[in-house]
């Protein structure tokens, strides 16, 4: 788990894309103006031309961790799928694999190829043939982040989720960004979410208003804001007629954060891509169902758990929330070195921060 930006887009960075932006031919969404939704009523989420057969769906979607074993380093690939099929069986809308949690800048491009298509099996096998799974595939320059769309889509991924570059930034004009998406978006196989993140990207944050342009590629079909910026959340979901609990259909604008899932779904978001759901998936999606059953009260107890819960995992990172899979549920392990392994001290405060949410996850 990683954490989020709450401050507002800084002004003037990446504000406002001019120019034409690439839309492939028969594009679902027409040009987006200001004032008028309703040029987003459509997605190509539902575009039968794309032949997309696992459609997303709004809920919560899990960021998988990497699984290693403690000795080698190698991929651990039976853990890799048995917790593919934990998390399934909690009831998830999907799982995203090469994020953050997963340590994809610790793997190689055939190791990265290898846990996507150990997913896919161990997804289908069990029988969530239908369950979609997006691959991170961003990447510094726009000829490797096509590349990783093309292996995840080869490697059974059903859509990508893309970071933008950002080890240039300072060389960077107003039109870069834009022309990235709109290059990975063309070229991509599968389709594409954009994920801004500004802490994994040297503080480079897309605005509302970029992201809604961008979003008139017929190729990007929704977003992932790990910025924390709920406001920002609200005007992409309502410009852009996000898919919510209540209406299916349309641009995926998700949530990066468990902690933020009821205001994400409250403000007409799709849901979240939540690292959390790891240890977590019942109490997460839990909350989208009281959410969806009008059950306010009880959503905003729950959601409190969720985000004492979710703080414990944005401190200890991707190594705390390995130990506390170890710790409540018995398996987890190690980060990739040179990531650190825990104390006893850091097992046992991990452990003891999990605790509360772990109780009310097994006792759904």
Not at 46 to 58: C, K, N, Q, T, Y
Not at 107 to 116: A, F, G, P, Q, Y
Not at 120 to 145: H, N, W, Y
Not at 185 to 200: D, E, F, M
């Amino acid at each position: 788990m990683s954490p989020h930006h709450d401050a507002p887009s800084p002004a003037g960075s990446y504000s406002r894309f001019t120019g034409s932006l690439p839309i492939r031919p028969g594009a679902v969404q027409p040009q987006f103006a200001p004032s008028h939704f309703d040029s987003f009523d459509a997605s190509s989420v539902e575009s039968a031309d794309m032949g997309i057969h696992r459609p997303l769906v709004p809920g919560v979607y899990v960021p998988t961790v990497a699984f290693f074993d403690p000795v080698t380093d190698d991929l651990d690939l039976k853990t890799t799928a048995s917790h593919a099929v934990r998390l399934a069986e909690a009831g998830v809308a999907g799982l995203t694999t090469q994020g953050s949690n997963g340590e994809a800048v610790h793997l190689s491009h055939d190791e990265r190829d290898l846990v996507t298509s150990t997913t896919r099996k161990a997804l289908d096998d069990a029988g969530f043939g239908d369950m979609p799974l997006i691959v991170g595939c961003g990447a510094q320059s726009t000829r490797e982040s096509i590349e990783l769309c093309r292996r995840a889509h080869a490697a059974g991924g059903d859509y990508a989720l893309v970071l933008p570059p950002a080890y240039y930034k300072g060389l960077f004009s107003d039109e870069t960004v834009k022309h990235f998406f709109g290059d990975v978006a063309t070229a991509s196989p599968v389709p594409v979410l954009i994920y801004n993140y500004p802490g994994a990207v040297s503080g480079l944050d897309l605005s509302s208003d970029a992201i809604v342009d961008l979003a008139r590629h017929d190729n990007i079909v929704g977003c992932k804001l790990t910025c924390g910026n709920t406001g920002k959340l609200n005007r992409v979901a309502a410009a852009t007629r996000a898919a919510t609990p209540g209406e299916p259909v349309g641009f995926m604008c998700m949530g990066g954060s468990a902690d933020f899932a009821l205001q994400t779904l409250v403000g007409g978001g799709s849901g979240v891509i939540a690292g959390l759901a790891n240890v977590a998936p019942k109490a997460c999606v839990r909350l989208v169902e009281l959410f969806e059953a009008g059950n306010l009260k009880e959503a905003r107890k729950l959601q409190a758990v969720v985000a004492r819960g979710d703080w414990a995992a944005i401190q200890g990172g991707v190594v705390g929330v390995k130990s506390a899979l170890v710790s409540h549920f018995g398996y987890g392990g190690y980060g990739r070195k040179p990531l650190p392994r825990p104390s006893k001290d850091q097992v046992r405060q991990w452990r003891d921060d999990f605790d509360e949410l772990v109780r009310v996850e097994k006792s759904l």
